[in-house]
Structure formats: structure tokens, C-alpha cells
């Protein structure tokens, strides 16, 4: 009777054994599910507190004599002006860098509030005599400009004037903006002056570059919750 009793209870165990991949499979889907929906509640939360405490606004298309295309999705603008004689291409960073304030009187804090947020900008500018021959003409020569955007200020870095449609792997960019004359600074300032890259350009692209981190920040944000809804 002792025996049939343990091989009873044997048998019982054995059959408990053989089912726990089921039972595991569903234990381990409930918690797919519930961590699913915690992070959907919390995406969900993260999104109506972005939306609703400093919500962005519509991207601007255009600034003076510029087009923007806002590139969606990326950490850069492109901003495209032309005219019967030239064409301007301008790339523009997001926020990529900081510096401390340098105003006199002002002291920097630790927690950075009195940074100066800084965007880099890659200035095109070609002439549209593209008939010309290149060999003799300045059709085939393309002028480039390495510019910083401050909040206040647009500060140029480097000049480089190479041929169109040519890219050099290593590309001689001349001296430091900061090195060249006076005069010659002066000249090219005036130069980018004339075409809109100067100071008014520089505080419009920090209201932008803070406007479309919002807005990619919520679209992101609801990129992962599309997905999770899946």
C-alpha cells in the first residue's frame, strides 16, 4: 500500500513536471505585458507633460530671404537662398557645444545657467554661372564658410574656397579665421553680412535649434510608443 502511494505521488510530480513550459511561457508573457503597459503609461505621461508645459510650435519655412527645410527626424536644418547670380546653402547643427558667458560683471554659475549654447554652421555660396568655363572662371569655384551661431553673435571660423563638385579627403582650409588681417576679416564679415549670415541670422537659429529639440524630443517620444502599441 506504502509503495503504491509514492508511486502515485511520483506520478503526480511527474506530470507537474512535464507542463511548466507552458506555465512559464504564460508567466512570462503577463510580464511582457505588464512591463509593455508600464512603459506605455510612461511614455504616455512623458508626452502630455512635453505637450503641455512648453509645447513647441510649428516649424518656421522660412526666415528673410531663406527656405528652411527643418529635416525631420535630424539633428540639423538646411536653409537655401538664391538669386539671379548665386546660391547660398546653409547646414546648421542643433545645440553641439557651450561656453561661459564672457560679459563682464558676469559671473558663471555651476549649474551652467549662464552658459552661451553654441551652433555650428557650414556656409555654401557658388555663383550660378555654371556655362562659365571652370578652368578660367569663378563657375567652378565654390567659397565655404565654417561659422559658430551664438545666442547674440555670428562668429566665423574658417574660410575655404575649393572647386565645385570636388571633395578633397583632406582639403587645405587656410589659416584660423582669427589669424587672417583685419582687414581681410573685416571684408569677409562683410561679405556674409551682405548675403544674411550675420547676428539676426545666429539668434533666429537658437530659437529655432530650442523649438525643434522640443518638437523631436515628442516625436520621438511617440515613435517608441507606436512601436510598443504594436
Not at 540639423?76 to 546653402?89: G, M, P
Not at 552661451?116 to 572662371?137: F, W, Y
Not at 567659397?143 to 559658430?148: D, E, G, R
Not at 576679416?185 to 544674411?196: C, F, N, P, S
Request: charged share 30%.
Amino acid at each position: 500500500m506504502a509503495r503504491y502511494a509514492c508511486r502515485s505521488l511520483l506520478s503526480r510530480i511527474q506530470t507537474r513536471i512535464s507542463s511548466p513550459p507552458q506555465t512559464r511561457s504564460l508567466i512570462a508573457g503577463m510580464r511582457r505585458s505588464a512591463l509593455k503597459e508600464t512603459l506605455l503609461r510612461a511614455l504616455r505621461s512623458e508626452i502630455s507633460y512635453e505637450s503641455s508645459h512648453l509645447p513647441p510650435s510649428p516649424l518656421e519655412t522660412h526666415f528673410n530671404s531663406f527656405t528652411i527645410d527643418p529635416r525631420e527626424g535630424e539633428q540639423w536644418v538646411s536653409l537655401t537662398r538664391s538669386d539671379d547670380q548665386e546660391e547660398i546653402k546653409i547646414d546648421a547643427t542643433l545645440f553641439d557645444g557651450a561656453a561661459p558667458e564672457t560679459r563682464s560683471g558676469v559671473v558663471a554659475d555651476s549649474d551652467g545657467s549662464n552658459q552661451r549654447l553654441h551652433i555650428t554652421l557650414a556656409v555654401e555660396v557658388s555663383k550660378k554661372d555654371s556655362d562659365l568655363n571652370p578652368d578660367l572662371d569663378s563657375g567652378g569655384i565654390i567659397m565655404q564658410f565654417l561659422c559658430s551661431a551664438w545666442p547674440d553673435a555670428m562668429d566665423v571660423d574658417r574660410v575655404y574656397a575649393g572647386p565645385r563638385g570636388i571633395h578633397a579627403i583632406k582639403p587645405y582650409l587656410g589659416p584660423a579665421f582669427k589669424d587672417l588681417d583685419e582687414e581681410m576679416q573685416k571684408t569677409v564679415q562683410d561679405y556674409l553680412e551682405e548675403r544674411g549670415v550675420n547676428d539676426e541670422l545666429a539668434a533666429f537659429l537658437h530659437k529655432y535649434a530650442a523649438n525643434k529639440d522640443r518638437t523631436e524630443h515628442i516625436r520621438w517620444l511617440r515613435n517608441i510608443e507606436s512601436y510598443l502599441k504594436k
